[in-house]
Nanobody, 123 residues
Framework: QVQVVESGGGLVQTGGSLRLSCVASGSTFDRLVMGWFRQAPGKGREFVGS????????DYADSVKGRFTSYRDNDKNTVGLQMNSLDPEDTAVYYC????????????????WGQGTQVTVSS
């Protein structure tokens, strides 16, 4: 069993930055693949990015490439999502999830999910 908890959402203006954090506990951290998803009102949950903690490989959705970066904080069993150049289209609830599969870009690839954190980008 893996517990996943996100934090760091909030309100930011267009062009601004936010950093999300995700703590994963209950399993060997190095074995995990951690993914980020988002869900806007009235839309399905979509893949944002992922990081393979075994080797540091990352994947990103085309819509966020060059703006978002997923990284690992070795000291705290934490991964982060640095979000730059934010746009109102990025407004959504952002979820962190854990998998043992790589690559993992589908909701169905993930077993454990956090509760989500709201990100709102104002125009």
């Amino acid at each position: 069993q893996v517990q996943v908890v996100e934090s760091g959402g909030g309100l930011v203006q267009t062009g601004g930055s936010l950093r999300l954090s995700c703590v994963a506990s209950g399993s060997t951290f190095d074995r995990l693949v951690m993914g980020w998803f988002r869900q806007a009102p009235g839309k399905g949950r979509e893949f944002v990015g992922s990081i393979n903690l075994r080797d540091g490989s990352t994947d990103y959705a085309d819509s966020v490439k060059g703006r978002f970066t997923s990284y690992r904080d070795n000291d705290k069993n934490t991964v982060g999502l640095q979000m730059n150049s934010l746009d109102p289209e990025d407004t959504a609830v952002y979820y962190c999830a854990a998998s043992y599969r790589w690559p993992a870009m589908s909701v169905t690839h993930y077993i454990y999910w956090g509760q989500g954190t709201q990100v709102t980008v104002s125009s």
